[in-house]
């Protein structure tokens, strides 16, 4: 039943968002992914990792073979296009094979399965849908925000970033120092952070087969909940980023080519009109909320995969600095954003007990405390950054600190294993 609740809910989510994207004279989530079943996909890469969270349900025979279907679909469809005549450039060349597959799952899950074998079947069919859906779904978030909100906070930010030291611009001049090497690496771990969260989800997910069963809690549900969230509080506080309202990339909407050099002069801030193209995502940086949670979701994983979430960790904060995308203050809003989502999943699964309720509840005053202050107040934050810096980081810190506080408690303890008795020697 609650598989089923979920389902209606996100069905009728997806159209209300397709909706809203036809009434803006633009396709929605349900059309591009349909799409995708026959023209050539956005994102083959995304739709594989995809499939691979399907098959965590079956058996490794069946894992060869679903591969082996996709593959080959994908190299038949090429061949199709490429003799056809079709514009191979447009979208990836693989991919459709993919979904061919998590489609054929639920097929036959409907047909072949029955009982419980049915029900873990569709529940890997629809968490593989889940993953490329809600990319979609986050396509259109942004398309919207872009068309609805043409007035941005960029100033407001740009201002209260002082009291961290600016790290957008600091940052900025150390990626551009280290050339296109330290481009092009920040740029590939910028673009993959789905591809890592599948790597940590696969290996919480590794005994799914055997087990015939999901666990509890694990970090494709963290993924989702953060990307259905996050973009809300984007059409409640719309902003660009630093390389658009104060750099290069903003063209003629731009207020100044500033960034990463120097620094924008701001005495009283206001909202700034922009263009209908750039989407509205800084605020809060989901990459920095997305890398929390691989990390966070990494540190039960083996010395690799726990070296890999802190890599990705640092990389992510770089680059979404490095490159002018996000200001200093929407990291911090990220990482608290993250946490709080995390505590509150954690205690869902526990049915709500008083220190999850509490947990949750502090997270999103924090949360709401931190997007006040930088409406309401930049200046102050500017004047004061000795008090202000610290006090931003403390406020994240103890989101932090409650959350590992509160984990622990809920967490069963080890008990150190019983030093045997010696025994009486036989006379």
């Given at each position: 039943?609650?598989?089923?609740?979920?389902?209606?809910?996100?069905?009728?989510?997806?159209?209300?968002?397709?909706?809203a994207?036809?009434?803006?004279?633009?396709?929605?989530?349900?059309?591009?992914?349909?799409?995708?079943?026959?023209?050539?996909p956005?994102?083959?890469f995304?739709?594989?990792?995809?499939?691979a969270?399907?098959?965590?349900?079956?058996?490794?025979?069946?894992?060869?073979?679903?591969?082996?279907?996709?593959?080959?679909?994908?190299?038949v469809?090429?061949?199709?296009?490429?003799?056809?005549?079709?514009?191979?450039?447009?979208?990836?060349?693989?991919?459709?094979?993919?979904?061919?597959?998590?489609?054929?799952?639920?097929?036959?899950?409907?047909t072949?399965?029955?009982g419980?074998?049915?029900?873990?079947?569709?529940?890997?069919?629809?968490?593989?849908?889940?993953?490329?859906?809600?990319?979609?779904?986050?396509?259109?978030?942004?398309?919207l925000?872009?068309?609805?909100?043409?007035?941005?906070?960029d100033?407001?930010?740009?201002?209260?970033?002082?009291a961290?030291?600016d790290p957008?611009?600091?940052?900025?001049?150390?990626?551009?120092?280290?050339?296109?090497?330290?481009?092009?690496?920040?740029?590939?771990?910028?673009?993959?952070?789905?591809?890592?969260?599948?790597?940590?989800?696969?290996?919480?997910?590794?005994?799914?087969?055997?087990?015939?069963?999901?666990?509890?809690?694990?970090?494709?549900?963290?993924?989702?909940?953060?990307?259905?969230?996050?973009?809300?509080?984007?059409?409640?506080?719309?902003?660009?980023g630093?390389v658009?309202?104060?750099?290069?990339?903003?063209?003629?909407?731009?207020v100044?080519?500033?960034?990463?050099h120097?620094?924008?002069?701001?005495?009283?801030?206001?909202?700034?009109?922009?263009?209908e193209?750039?989407?509205r995502?800084?605020?809060?940086?989901?990459?920095?909320a997305?890398?929390?949670?691989?990390?966070?979701h990494?540190?039960?994983?083996?010395?690799?995969?726990?070296?890999?979430?802190?890599?990705?960790?640092?990389?992510t904060?770089?680059?979404?600095?490095?490159f002018g995308?996000?200001?200093?203050?929407?990291?911090?809003?990220?990482?608290?954003?993250?946490?709080?989502?995390?505590?509150?999943?954690?205690?869902?699964?526990?049915?709500?007990?008083?220190?999850?309720?509490?947990?949750?509840?502090?997270?999103?005053?924090?949360f709401t405390?931190?997007?006040?202050?930088?409406?309401?107040?930049?200046?102050?934050?500017?004047?004061?950054?000795?008090?202000?810096?610290?006090?931003l980081?403390?406020?994240?810190?103890?989101v932090?600190?409650?959350?590992?506080?509160?984990?622990?408690?809920?967490?069963?303890?080890?008990?150190?294993?019983?030093?045997?008795?010696?025994?009486?020697?036989?006379?």
């Amino acid at each position: 039943m609650l598989w089923a609740a979920a389902g209606v809910v996100t069905l009728g989510f997806l159209v209300a968002l397709e909706a809203a994207a036809r009434h803006h004279g633009f396709t929605g989530p349900i059309t591009d992914q349909v799409r995708e079943v026959a023209f050539p996909p956005k994102s083959g890469f995304l739709l594989y990792a995809s499939m691979a969270l399907t098959m965590v349900v079956l058996t490794r025979r069946e894992r060869f073979v679903a591969a082996g279907a996709a593959l080959g679909i994908d190299a038949v469809l090429l061949l199709v296009r490429w003799a056809a005549g079709a514009d191979l450039s447009e979208g990836h060349p693989f991919g459709n094979g993919a979904l061919w597959v998590i489609l054929g799952c639920a097929v036959v899950a409907v047909t072949r399965r029955t009982g419980r074998d049915r029900v873990l079947l569709l529940k890997g069919v629809g968490l593989g849908l889940l993953l490329v859906t809600g990319r979609k779904t986050g396509d259109t978030w942004l398309l919207l925000t872009s068309e609805t909100r043409p007035l941005t906070l960029d100033p407001y930010l740009a201002v209260a970033d002082r009291a961290l030291g600016d790290p957008a611009w600091v940052v900025g001049r150390i990626v551009e120092a280290t050339g296109p090497v330290g481009a092009t690496a920040l740029d590939w771990v910028y673009a993959q952070l789905a591809v890592a969260a599948v790597v940590v989800a696969l290996h919480q997910l590794r005994h799914v087969a055997s087990e015939r069963r999901f666990p509890r809690h694990h970090l494709v549900r963290t993924f989702l909940v953060i990307g259905l969230l996050g973009p809300g509080v984007y059409m409640v506080f719309p902003v660009v980023g630093p390389v658009f309202a104060y750099g290069p990339d903003g063209g003629p909407w731009a207020v100044a080519d500033l960034w990463p050099h120097t620094l924008p002069q701001i005495t009283a801030p206001q909202m700034i009109p922009f263009d209908e193209i750039t989407p509205r995502n800084c605020m809060p940086s989901l990459h920095t909320a997305w890398a929390t949670a691989i990390f966070i979701h990494s540190r039960k994983g083996p010395r690799a995969l726990r070296y890999a979430g802190t890599f990705w960790l640092i990389a992510t904060l770089t680059a979404t600095l490095g490159f002018g995308y996000h200001y200093g203050v929407d990291l911090v809003a990220g990482v608290v954003f993250t946490v709080t989502i995390e505590g509150a999943l954690r205690a869902a699964d526990r049915g709500w007990d008083r220190s999850g309720m509490r947990l949750a509840a502090y997270g999103t005053a924090v949360f709401t405390a931190l997007l006040l202050s930088y409406r309401y107040l930049p200046m102050e934050m500017a004047r004061h950054p000795w008090l202000y810096g610290p006090l931003l980081l403390l406020a994240m810190g103890s989101v932090v600190y409650g959350y590992l506080r509160t984990v622990r408690r809920w967490e069963p303890a080890t008990a150190p294993a019983a030093r045997p008795e010696p025994q009486p020697e036989p006379a």
